[in-house]
């Protein structure tokens, strides 16, 4: 597969201090590109210096085989970008946020008519198209954006941060429109603070912190590269907590212990099983889930092993809350 996106030795200062410090990496059209790391690891910047919002104080880019810094019009064709905020205007609806978006591309009347209805219909979101946006709940508002970024029908997709902040029915949701736009041949980058929707998603993770690549590699690799299994945690309510132990025993061999409402497993016991099936699986059999979450040991380990500092040292006190996946009942 040719190389849709190329960077180069990547270097951006502000001031004396360096945020993204010699970056190489390069994306395979078809690919979805994970930027794993910790919050000021340099992944927006990174993103930022992509989509040529910022300067490189060193380094290139090439995207198509383009130098970004020079074609910045053909790349913005190119390229859907949705930040870490959601950004749609709660004031218009549904509809008049994606029509704005359709000019700002320079879509055609009769283009922008069909873009739009397509956008309304993969956001799920056609019976309240006439709705203000502000209206909306997260979930909502964050599908309106995402189409709103694809509205130009870019070859590629950034997405920094997607599912920071949602619920655990709007990050599945989520990650299942991010990979049907892959499907459709959309190459995505995203960045993530979450091992597991790295796992989940990403053919190919590059592992960031303090503006370094410490780790590239695809999910596997990465793992192979820490000695340790991982623990999943989950809470539940004392009733369901032994009948959930049953579940991961039968359906995943997994050895769980049980603590009045909490449940942990040794991922390390059956090593093939992924964070995903074990969800998919639990949400399937409804059984009453409040948090689920995969401990990064292995996680903290690449770091360790590649920085001598812990993941947990350099996310700061916020990471355990960011690191479960909340459901909202
Ligand atoms: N415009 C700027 N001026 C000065 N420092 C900046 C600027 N933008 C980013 N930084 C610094 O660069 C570092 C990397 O920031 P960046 O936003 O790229 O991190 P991130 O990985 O996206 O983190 P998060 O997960 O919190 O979004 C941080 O220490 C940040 O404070
Ligand atoms: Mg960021």
Same mark, same amino acid.
């Given at each position: 597969m040719k190389n849709i996106i190329e960077i180069s030795h990547l270097v951006k200062k502000f001031g004396d201090f #360096? +945020?993204?410090? !010699?970056i190489s990496f390069n994306i395979e059209a078809g690919q979805i590109y994970g930027i794993l790391g910790p919050n000021g690891a340099g992944k927006t910047t990174t993103i930022s210096l992509v989509l040529g919002i910022e300067r490189p104080t060193a380094g290139k880019i090439l995207v198509d085989g383009m130098d970004n810094m020079h074609n910045k019009a053909k790349v913005k064709q190119m390229i859907g970008f949705m930040t870490q905020e959601t950004i749609v205007d %709660?004031?218009?609806t549904a509809h008049e946020n994606l029509e704005i978006a359709a000019r700002l591309y320079h879509l055609e009347p009769e283009e922008a008519r069909q873009a739009i209805r397509i956008a309304l219909e993969e956001a799920e979101l056609t019976e309240f *198209? !006439? *709705?203000? +946006?502000? #209206?909306? %709940?997260g979930g909502m508002k964050r599908r309106l954006y995402l189409v709103k970024s694809m509205i130009h029908a870019p070859k590629v997709l950034i997405l920094d941060e997607p599912t920071t902040g949602l619920d655990v029915h709007n990050r599945v949701q989520m990650w299942e429109h991010i990979r049907q736009l892959n499907a459709k041949g959309v190459t995505i980058i995203l960045t993530t603070q979450y091992l597991e929707e790295a796992e989940e998603l990403c053919n190919k993770i590059s592992v960031i912190d303090h503006g370094r690549i410490i780790a590239t590699g695809t999910p596997s690799e990465l793992k192979r590269m820490v000695s340790k299994g991982q623990v999943l945690e989950i809470i539940t309510t004392r009733e369901a907590s032994g009948k959930i132990a049953k579940v991961l025993q039968s359906a995943f061999s997994l050895n769980a212990t049980v603590k009045e409402d909490k449940i942990e497993a040794y991922m390390e016991s059956n090593p093939l099983i992924t964070f995903s099936e074990v969800l998919h699986r639990l949400m399937k059999e409804k059984l009453p889930l409040i948090s689920i979450s995969m401990h990064l040991p292995t996680m903290d380990d690449v770091f360790i092993k590649l920085t001598g500092s812990s993941l947990r040292d350099s996310v700061g006190e916020n990471k355990s809350d960011r690191e479960r996946v909340m459901f909202r009942r």
């Open positions: #360096t +945020a993204v410090n !010699d %709660s004031d218009l *198209k !006439d *709705k203000p +946006a502000g #209206t909306f %709940s």
